[in-house]
């Protein structure tokens, strides 16, 4: 064999090794990703809230979709948002849209304790009245227990910043029913 063949051959050889390596550690990769996206997810529940109020002259829409990820069985961190529009017939038109950040707690599996902040934008027209429409962000951070069973939670919250001057909600203490899939 001469020389000119004998690299022909073995460049050949050390191309087709070089693929096989290449491509092996690539299925690797690809299965310890496909693996690792499958555990995040798993972690994940999605859940949250829809909210209708009517009466006469009066319309009250919330949605309030939301997602945690379990650490394990006593610890979950999450993310919310919210969308409020109200409507008192010849009064005003409010909408509330904004954001949280949402820690539970599982002591015992019966039990969830709850820290929420929660920024919302609070839009307010008053019918007949430019002038006294209102803008402002509100800050919201709720102190919550609630009894679970299975993925539902009904238990209530406190928000500790309540500011009375700034009438998004009437009351610091509210109940709350928390679901997640």
């Known amino acids: 064999m001469r020389k000119s063949s004998f690299m ?11 693929l096989f390596v290449c491509n092996n550690l690539q299925a690797q990769n690809q299965s310890y990703s496909t ?8 972690n994940v529940q999605f ?4 909210g209708l109020g009517f009466g006469s002259g009066y319309t009250d829409i919330s949605i309030t979709p939301s997602a ?10 999450g993310l919310g948002a919210q969308y409020t529009y109200i409507k008192q017939k010849n009064n005003y038109a409010s909408n509330l849209y904004g954001g949280s950040i949402i820690g539970l707690f599982n002591p015992i599996n019966e039990i969830q304790l709850s820290v929420e902040l929660e920024e919302l934008r609070v839009n307010i027209n008053l019918d ?13 951070l709720f102190l919550g227990a609630g009894y679970r069973s299975g993925n539902v939670t009904i238990g209530a919250r406190y928000n500790v910043l309540q500011d009375d001057s700034k009438n998004v909600y009437s009351d610091a203490f509210m109940p709350f029913v928390r679901v997640y899939f």
């Open 8 to 18: 022909r051959i073995s460049k050949s050889i050390s191309l087709i090794i070089f």
């Open 35 to 42: 693996n690792s996206k499958s555990d995040f997810w798993r």
């Open 47 to 50: 859940g949250g809230g829809l």
């Open 68 to 77: 945690i990820y379990n650490f394990d069985q006593y610890f979950s961190l």
């Open 128 to 140: 007949g009245s430019n002038s006294n429409s209102q803008d402002f962000w509100n800050t919201g």
